[in-house]
């Protein structure tokens, strides 16, 4: 029986390409720094009261947080989605051996009985030998079937479970995301009441 490649899709090798690995890697390193000098920028501004850097540092580091936590996110989700196109070719593959199985053990048990029915026209004389063959090769197909369509079942539960922890992460990360703009919005309005006082002295 042929064994079907499993190909993986076009798209699945860009997540897998040097220049996503290398953005998912160094992607946090670089936001941290960025954190890092607006916080030295904000902290060398003239007319800041401590309370407003107190709370222009929290926030900063909420929006750390939240921007690490959305790239793990992130990760596990691009991971998640080249497993379930990985299961899905594998599925696709297993599903064309499993009807090739039983095409084939179909064809076996009609010449199995078309031999029977001769035997039987004949006066009961059968060819032992070759009805012996004919009967293990059925029994080898069926347990090939078998095998397979196992494995067909238990590739239609990964891929569920993929799906589930897909749709999981996604939700998940519009949640971050939501937070992430509220806290972005709350930076800037801080922003804008440390610059005020000091605008107003230069005038």
């Avoid at 297993?94 to 031999?115: I, R, V």
């Avoid at 239609?156 to 992460?169: I, Y």
């Avoid at 309005?189 to 440390?194: D, F, G, H």
């Amino acid at each position: 029986m042929k064994s079907h490649s499993t190909e993986l899709p076009r798209w699945q090798k860009i997540f897998k390409s040097r220049l996503v690995e290398l953005v998912v890697t160094y992607g946090n390193t670089f936001f941290v720094v960025l954190i890092i000098i607006l916080v030295l920028l904000v902290i060398d501004t003239q007319e800041v009261s401590p309370n407003q850097i107190r709370s222009l540092l929290i926030l900063m580091i909420s929006i750390a947080f939240c921007f690490l936590w959305k790239q793990s996110l992130l990760r596990r989700l691009v991971t998640l989605i080249s497993q379930q196109a990985t299961l899905l070719a594998s599925n696709e593959a297993f599903k064309k051996q499993a009807e090739s199985a039983s095409e084939a053990a179909k064809k076996y048990m009609e010449e199995n009985d078309q031999l029977k029915k001769e035997a039987a026209e004949d006066g009961g004389k059968l060819d032992v030998g070759s009805t012996e063959v004919k009967l293990e090769e059925n029994k080898s197909l069926k347990n090939d079937l078998k095998k397979l369509k196992d494995e067909l079942a238990n590739t239609k539960k990964k891929l569920e479970k993929a799906e589930n922890e897909a749709l999981a992460m996604q939700k998940q990360s519009e949640g971050l995301t939501k937070e992430y703009d509220r806290l972005l919005e709350e930076h800037a309005k801080l922003q804008a009441s440390v610059r005020g006082p000091s605008d107003k002295k230069e005038e």
